[in-house]
């Protein structure tokens, strides 16, 4: 696929996903870990949830310095455009204390979740800043798996203190969101152009990482 194939893909993916999080938002079920601290943040400054989450991705690129991380085209759309769907999606959906439509928004944002991880991801512009200090960490020697348990618990211990929602949507998520992305990821994701070197010889582009 094109570059601007690739770049299409990439900005529908983040564009869904900040629908996705807005639909968990509404269902006031239980967010994901980093969204429960973004909703808490939100209700301690009075700031969007859409703008916090903006502002915290450029506080966690900072973090990428000292890592040695760079980031990638991907990067930076995923600071801005993730937030900004996040906070127009708000801005049109009722919110409801029916459990029904409750229900629906929770199924409907994690399943929209798991596609625009799947999409962006698979797009390979670039990580978005959360999962760069995961692998940024990785890189220094810890675990993935216990970079991204150490990062989620802390975040979600704080959003919970800060007033963030905790529930039975956040078990929900942790519980789904591994196998969809496991099975949405290679769905999505876009192979390797092949390049051809001076010599005549074929090889693949370096794989890419992802949010």
Not at 166 to 187: D, E, S
Request: glycine fraction near 14%.
């Amino acid at each position: 696929m094109s570059t601007i194939g690739r770049l299409l893909q990439l900005l529908i993916g983040l564009w869904l996903f900040g629908v996705s999080v807005a639909l968990l938002v509404r269902a006031e079920l239980g967010l994901d870990p980093w969204d429960v601290l973004h909703q808490g943040i939100a209700e301690r400054t009075g700031i969007s949830i859409g703008l916090v989450v903006i502002a915290t991705s450029l506080v966690v690129l900072i973090a990428w310095v000292p890592l040695r991380q760079r980031p990638g085209l991907g990067t930076l759309a995923n600071v801005v455009l993730v937030g900004l769907s996040l906070h127009a999606t708000l801005a049109v959906l009722p919110a409801t204390t029916e459990l029904p439509w409750q229900l629906a928004f929770l199924v409907v944002g994690i399943l929209g979740n798991g596609v625009a991880t799947g999409l962006y991801i698979g797009a390979g512009m670039g990580p978005g800043p959360r999962d760069g200090l995961m692998t940024g960490l990785a890189a220094r020697g810890v675990s993935i798996r216990m970079a991204r348990t150490a990062i989620e618990i802390a975040v979600l211990g704080l959003g919970w203190l800060l007033g963030g929602t905790v529930g039975i949507g956040t078990l929900a998520y942790a519980l789904a969101i591994g196998p969809l992305a496991h099975l949405l990821i290679p769905m999505f994701t876009i192979p390797a152009r092949p390049i051809r070197t001076p010599q005549g010889e074929q090889r693949h582009e370096a794989a890419r990482s992802h949010r």
